[in-house]
């Protein structure tokens, strides 16, 4: 699944023994190995986490609400994706405050190689949502013991990401894809980078709504691949506690929470 683009991000969500219908089991569990790790999402009642490292994010669509978690320092953050967004702003423009102030202090010729780096690591907000195109192809594969028919997302007409769907593992049951895509959309917007915009499109939802992504192959600038692949499925009762907010955390500014 995509990460957040705090990377933000990403994202997305069987049949059961004996035979007995998948929806007869109550959410799932699917661990992923990416190139930073291993990453579980879980995924029941309206609701999912992502788990990464010591990051943890819960998004609940029926109450349109978030939570985001040190696992290390015990503390979150709670709020609405808008609340996020805004508070995620504001820290942004305070930083090119910041930085704008310290570059004046430079050198010219200097200034302008520094606002050059600072460029590529911060770049200008894109206004215009992307526009994507999901296509299917001819290739299929067994990932994670099922049946995953590739299709590639085209953003602004470049190919961006190759995802794999397993039609046999279903999730739109389980949650609203459209309204977490929405969630993560609007998280994403202060980025406002096409590929991270375009990862929770209505398109990308409405092709989750097909099955499950196994693999997510993201092509980088640079002409390199980075793929996040689904090493187990395990459809099961969710433990509640893991979408709740542990006891002995503290709240924290959201940039505390999300700082490395």
């Known amino acids: 699944m995509k990460k957040i683009c705090f990377g933000i991000v990403s994202t997305a969500l069987l049949l059961a023994a004996c035979l007995m219908p998948c929806q007869a089991l109550a959410g799932w569990e699917f661990t992923e190995s990416t190139a930073n790790g291993q990453r579980q999402v879980f995924v029941e009642n309206q609701r999912i986490r992502m788990e990464e490292g010591r990051r943890a994010t819960v998004y609940d669509a029926e109450s349109d609400t978030l939570i985001f978690m040190d696992t290390q320092t015990k503390t979150y953050w709670a709020g609405t994706p808008k609340q996020c967004s805004e508070t995620l702003s504001a820290a942004r423009e305070q930083a090119v405050l910041f930085m704008e102030r310290e570059l004046a202090t430079l050198p010219p010729d200097q200034r302008e190689k520094a606002r050059a780096i600072l460029a590529r690591h911060m770049p200008q907000r894109q206004r215009a949502l992307p526009r994507v195109n999901i296509l299917a192809t001819d290739r299929v594969a067994l990932i994670a013991g099922y049946q995953a028919k590739a299709y590639e997302m085209r953003v602004n007409g470049r190919l961006s990401d190759e995802i794999w769907i397993a039609p046999e593992i279903s999730v739109?049951?389980?949650?609203?894809?459209?309204?977490?895509?929405?969630?993560?959309?609007?998280?994403?917007?202060?980025?406002?980078?096409?590929?991270?915009?375009?990862a929770f499109s209505t398109e990308v939802m409405d092709l989750l709504?097909?099955?499950?992504?196994?693999?997510?192959?993201?092509?980088?600038?640079?002409?390199?691949?980075?793929?996040?692949?689904?090493?187990?499925v395990e459809p099961k009762a969710v433990d509640a506690s893991l979408f709740a907010l542990p006891k002995d955390f503290e709240a924290a500014p959201l940039e505390q929470v999300l700082a490395d």
């Open 209 to 232: 709504s097909r099955g499950w992504a196994l693999q997510w192959a993201t092509y980088l600038p640079d002409g390199k691949r980075r793929v996040d692949t689904v090493t187990d």
């Open 172 to 198: 739109k049951d389980d949650l609203d894809l459209k309204a977490f895509g929405r969630a993560m959309q609007t998280i994403n917007s202060v980025s406002g980078q096409a590929a991270e915009m375009a």
